[in-house]
């Protein structure tokens, strides 16, 4: 008999970093919980990171999550942008590493796919597939129906991850 798994996505942001948690039996989905963490838009990045990881940690900490997903950033602005945007990125990755949590990335594109059968869908296009895979799922905003998205995802590929060995 399969066991369940807790999984938690992350769409990494400075400015707003969604998350979402699923819990996946075989192909079964259930909606456990989901959020943005917001640090505050002005100070120092060091301390907006910092307190980025400290909501981050803090969803950890409540939800339990035993494995983590987190998408891969699409930037089309400029170059400082891109930077800031990748240095979040590493804070939703290192920290569910930090809680002993496999951390597994996937492409925008493949997420879309994942969820609603193409990988050049809408946001509201997957929006929608969110809520009809989890129809008990209560959340606002693009950025935690993008981490259910990443979350849902990887629950359908990490069947196959697992038997590359990526997995333990």
Known sequence: ??????????????????????????NRLSFVAAGTVTPPIDGMLAD?????????????????????????????????????????????????AQHGLFVAEYATNLVKKSVVGTGHAEKKQVELMVRTLLPTANFKGADASDALAVAICHAHHRVSARRMGALL
């Open 48 to 96: 907006r990171l910092a307190m980025l990881a400290a909501g981050l940690k803090e969803v950890l900490t409540q939800h339990q999550p035993e494995e983590a997903a987190v998408e891969e950033t699409f930037v089309n602005a400029g170059a400082r942008s891109a930077l800031i945007l990748g240095q979040a990125r590493g804070v939703a990755l290192v920290t569910p």
């Open 1 to 26: 008999m399969s066991k369940s798994v807790r999984i938690i996505g992350i769409d990494p942001g400075l400015r707003r970093c969604g998350w979402g948690i699923v819990d996946a039996l075989d």
